[in-house]
């Protein structure tokens, strides 16, 4: 049973994703569902919508659209489900009859925010439906049964009984795995970066398996950035090829570097890549690191490529690879899940995946340090309690 919006609004929601498909599903919930859908729908059974069986599925007619002969369900006193064509105008036409006779029509995170007493349930239905891997999506499946819920009525509980330390420090556990919890519906970004010519577009292709990025013999091939999807152990990350960096006048180029500047400014990881047979290639690479004088994350690998050509030791604080024959690019996919994944929550574990419960976290530990412990349990309950 969907909740009412706390007022007599009747709503009509389409509950299958846009686009084309065999059935769209456009639901109807509110003191007058069954009234508005009556009103469009004709069964062949010649009955009118009250005098159906709850849960039982009436063929008939729609309103005045020719030919668009549908199913309809009447939930329950207050609930309708159309099952029509799934063609973007069929639905559109059902749609706009419903809003015609008196709907109000939400979207669907709104339909799914009032199916559910708790807002963090809501919050991780929702998210499940951005959620791109299995990994990321069994996270947000915990939430949904309540991971989160539990944890934070089990520090409001420690709250109320004056355990203040042990409710921070399991706070402070939550606000850890935030990181990981914004990057279960958006990508990690990872940036390769480097000199010209030193196989960072090579890379790139290797790690994701296809040729994403064009490679050539010359320094300054690639300009623009080339930017790919991938997945890694279940993790979804976006690859970033860029521009070599070095001084240069060639407008094109220096705007190439610019764009990975700036793309260097926001990235979660960095790949610093250096040509493993250049004999300073260390000293080049922290050079490189140094002089960008850029705020750069604090996450970053040091990758030094084209081993297969190289006959000097390499560093222990750097991973050779070789794109051309493979060697060490599964030792850098490792290294990779490891900076930005160093502990994958336990199953079952709570994990805050959105602003809002970071904010209202981070109200409520700010409250418990100033010893505002009201303050604390109201941030916390606000994370429970739908606002209206
Ligand atoms: N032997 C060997 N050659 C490589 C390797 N990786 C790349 N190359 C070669 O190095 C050259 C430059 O490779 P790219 O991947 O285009 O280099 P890049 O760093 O993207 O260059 P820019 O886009 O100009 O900055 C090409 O001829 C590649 O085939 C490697 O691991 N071993
Ligand atoms: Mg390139």
Known sequence: MTRSNGDDQTSVCVLTPTGRGAVAVVAVAGRDAVKFVDGCFLASNGRSLDRQPLSRIVYGHWGTVEGEDLVVCRRDEHEVEVHCHGGVQS???????????????IPWQEWISRQHECPLEAEARIALAEATTSRTALILLDQLQGALRREVEAILAEIQSGEIAAAEARVDCLLANFSLGLHLTSPWQVVIAGRPNVGKSSLINALVGYQRAIVFDQPGTTRDVVTTHTVIDGWPIELSDTAGLHATTDSLEVAGIELAHAQLARADLVLWVEDATASDSMELLKQQASDLG?????RQVLVLNKIDLADQPIPANAIATSALTGQGIEHLLAAIVQQLVPDAPEPGSAVPFNMRQASLLLAAKEACEQGHQANASAALDELLVRGE
């Open 91 to 105: 639905v559109a036409a059902v749609v706009s009859q419903l809003v015609a006779a008196g709907c109000d029509e």
């Open 294 to 298: 850029l705020e750069l994350p604090s």
